[in-house]
């Protein structure tokens, strides 16, 4: 069985974007599950990445579309464990979701969704909210 790492914040259109991307692809859904993954910024104790408005619309989505569905969730430096968690789930790809920022945004406050895409060795699926 293959692995989606889907790397998903709390906004919920651009969760919804990136299920579309991973429907939208040719694949036996009983073949490929799907790890829906939430970094908290900071040590969170006791938040639930399930209790997430987004989390739960990925996940009713894939679920709907046939997909087996796991959350997990970390905090902290978000590219590093985004990483380490593809590794250890050994994903088949990635998929982000990316901001419109500007340029001088993205120098300034960093990108998440650049970093994993230059840093990680697997294939990474990016979505943008329209």
Known sequence: ??????????DVERANEQVSAITALPMDTEQV???????????DEGANAEDLKSVQAATESL?????????????????????????EVDAAMLCLAGRKRSPAGKALFGSVTQDVSLKSDRP????TAE
């Open 33 to 43: 599950r799907v790890v829906i993954y939430h970094v908290f910024r900071t040590d």
């Open 1 to 10: 069985m293959k692995t989606i790492l889907l790397c998903i914040d709390t």
């Open 63 to 87: 679920e709907a579309a046939g997909f087996p569905v796991e959350v997990s969730q970390s905090s902290g430096d978000a590219v590093q464990h985004i990483i380490e968690k593809a590794e």
């Open 124 to 127: 990474v699926i990016l979505s």
